[in-house]
């Protein structure tokens, strides 16, 4: 029989909590949705952005929650004779929870940051550690001040390995959450000029994402990107902080894990590398320089770790870009199909260039073309405008034949477009949906873009219905 994630006197214990009802001996799991819970787990009542889930502790309970983990104050609202563990806050109780789990592990930990490519990374980490022992790592994007305590609340005492995303979009976020992490490996996969709006500049989204070396372990590594800009000032507030260790990785000779050699195919790349001394031949099995470059992370991480660095290298063949982050699908038209590169979850100066590298990697069957279609990059500030019109020069790089652009900032980038490149521009991706579907034809190659907020996930699914997935789906 397998041990329970939490026996209840452990969890009330880490908690701090007041048990009310017939509260099982055995928790296994954590759960903050009672739409998703399964039976058995904790269900934790935290006030979210848009929803308060003392509103849902009635739905979890009757699907099956071992108990409720409650605020005192709230206890009036709730079904009586239920479940409970009740505590002053349940956010902080969550915390504590995590804080309890990370004491109880002897688990290997690595931590990923970075302004584009931390849950790519976070996702290579977790397949290529899992070749060594047991696994655990966040699931989606569980990175800010809830996800990262839920996870580490989720994590097994037997962990061999933890993974954890850790975000930010203001100054002092990360060094909390990387405290109650306590990595051995902190990973930064590049800075760039992202959530400008809050910053100001891309220095101090460095020193904001410099935070995660406040909570590294005495003998811990950073893993710096040596081709960044920001790398100097990173390695400088690395050591300031009292990191006894830096390594580097990237393209330039004097990185200390370096690509040597790159063939791309269609949806994958094959690389040489060194890492670390050792010399290695992987594929890796989603295109793009940009996933290259981060695998390079990953196998530091992996040796660093004390985990096995070739079969982790074997293990990247099986990396595929999740919805919305560059998975490829073929579509299948009357006269015969397109494929499709969805890439709608998010978008920044730094990803929009990847994105578009990716675009230009991609097989073309002509008179097929490689169309990209862009929605706002949200958050960018008073460069906002400059920033979007600067993609012209990574649109003519990558040998882009068609351009669909919705959103304000994105008319920037519209006018400097020659005609011949100019498909239809809308102030909302919406406008975009007819004219998208009736263009397409047969060897068309579609990137769709832009931030969360713009929208542009709506018209990926608008394709896919108008043109069913073939059965045949591209590696990505």
């Not at 037997?158 to 060094?175: R, S």
Request: aromatic content about 4%.
């Amino acid at each position: 029989m397998t041990e329970p994630l939490w026996t209840r006197e452990a969890f009330v214990e880490a908690t701090g909590g007041e048990v009310s009802g017939e509260v099982p001996d055995a928790i296994t799991g954590i759960s903050i949705d009672s739409r998703t819970l399964q039976p058995g787990d904790a269900f934790v009542a935290i006030k979210g952005d848009r929803l308060e889930g003392h509103d849902y502790v009635d739905a979890a309970l009757n699907a099956g929650a071992s108990l409720a983990l409650v605020a005192r104050e709230r206890m009036a609202d709730l079904p009586e004779g239920g479940r409970y563990v009740i505590v002053d806050d349940p956010l902080d109780a969550l915390r504590q929870l995590g804080i309890a789990a990370r004491a109880r592990t002897d688990a290997r930990i690595v931590a990923v940051t970075g302004s584009v490519g931390k849950t790519g990374t976070k996702e290579a980490l977790r397949l290529t550690l899992e070749r060594s022992g047991k696994v655990h790592a966040s699931v989606a994007s569980f990175n800010n001040h809830w996800g990262v305590p839920l996870t580490l609340a989720r994590m097994p005492a037997d962990t061999e390995y933890g993974v954890f995303e850790i975000g930010m979009n203001h100054a002092g976020e990360i060094t909390p959450l990387v405290k109650m992490v306590r990595p051995h490996v902190a990973i930064i996969t590049t800075v760039q000029p992202v959530h400008l709006e809050f910053f100001g500049s891309v220095e101090k989204i460095a020193q904001a994402k410099a935070e995660i070396f406040s909570g590294l372990e005495p003998d811990g590594v950073a893993i710096l990107n040596r081709d960044n800009n920001q790398y100097d000032l990173l390695k400088f507030l690395a050591t300031a902080a009292g990191v006894p260790r830096i390594d580097t990785f990237g393209e330039s000779a004097g990185a200390d894990s370096v690509v040597e050699k790159v063939s791309r195919q269609p949806g994958s790349s094959s690389v040489q590398a060194v890492i670390l001394g050792n010399e290695i031949t992987y594929k890796i099995g989603a295109p793009g320089r940009h996933h290259v470059k981060n695998s390079l992370a990953v196998l530091t991480a992996v040796v660093e770790l004390g985990a096995d660095l070739a079969l982790a290298g074997l293990a990247l063949a099986e990396m595929h870009a999740p919805k919305g982050r560059g998975e490829v699908t073929r579509l299948k038209l009357p006269e015969g199909y397109l494929d499709l590169i969805d890439e709608s979850y998010n978008a920044n100066p730094a990803s929009m260039k990847a994105a578009l590298e990716v675009l230009s990697e991609a097989p073309v069957s002509r008179p097929g073309r490689r169309i990209a279609v862009l929605g706002d990059m949200r958050e960018l500030g008073e460069q906002a405008d400059q920033l979007h019109a600067g993609l012209f020069a990574h649109i003519s790089n990558a040998a882009v034949d068609t351009v669909y652009c919705s959103g304000p900032h994105m008319h920037a980038l519209w006018e400097l477009l020659p005609k011949h490149q100019r498909a239809a521009y809308a102030e909302e991706a919406a406008g975009l949906r007819n004219r998208l579907l009736e263009d397409v034809r047969s060897g068309d190659v579609i990137m769709i873009k832009g931030s969360l907020g713009s929208k542009m996930g709506p018209l990926v699914e608008a394709l896919k219905k108008e043109y069913p997935p073939a059965d045949e789906t591209v590696a990505a």
